[in-house]
């Protein structure tokens, strides 16, 4: 599957954001999705996880209360709205696709089949 990141962008402290994937070449709906972050100098990390049927998701503690994922899969796409957006969710942001398996969530890197090429987040103080 291909996936396609959008929606990065310069925002003050504060402020919101909402990132979209798009995907194409397989079923989407047979596909966990994640996405992770990778700040300047820093290990790429865990964000947000949502089930293939869009019912379940998972949060890393560092965001719960503010991001929200959810998935349209008529239209292919995942989505991550981020509100009161800090200094340090600065980062490039990174779509995956997870093959439906029994596990949920899936929060390694390596559990990933499948990864966008990343939109970069840069939220001013």
């Known amino acids: 599957v291909q996936l396609q990141a959008s929606g990065g962008g310069l925002v003050q402290a504060g402020g919101s954001l909402r990132l979209s994937c798009a995907a194409s070449g397989r079923t989407f709906g047979n596909y966990h999705m994640g996405w992770f972050r990778q700040p300047p100098g820093k290990e790429r990390e865990f964000v947000a996880a949502?089930?293939?049927?869009?019912?379940?998701?998972y949060y890393a503690d560092s965001v719960k209360g503010r991001f929200t994922i959810s998935r349209d899969n008529a239209k292919n796409t995942v989505y991550l709205q981020m509100n009161i957006l800090k200094p340090e969710d600065t980062a490039v942001y990174y779509c995956?696709?997870?093959?439906?398996?029994?596990?949920?969530?899936?929060?390694?890197?390596?559990?990933?089949?499948?990864w966008g090429q990343g939109t970069l987040v840069t939220v001013s103080s």
């Open positions: 949502i089930d293939w049927s869009g019912g379940y998701s």
């Open positions: 995956a696709a997870s093959y439906y398996s029994g596990n949920f969530p899936e929060i390694g890197r390596y559990d990933y089949e499948y």
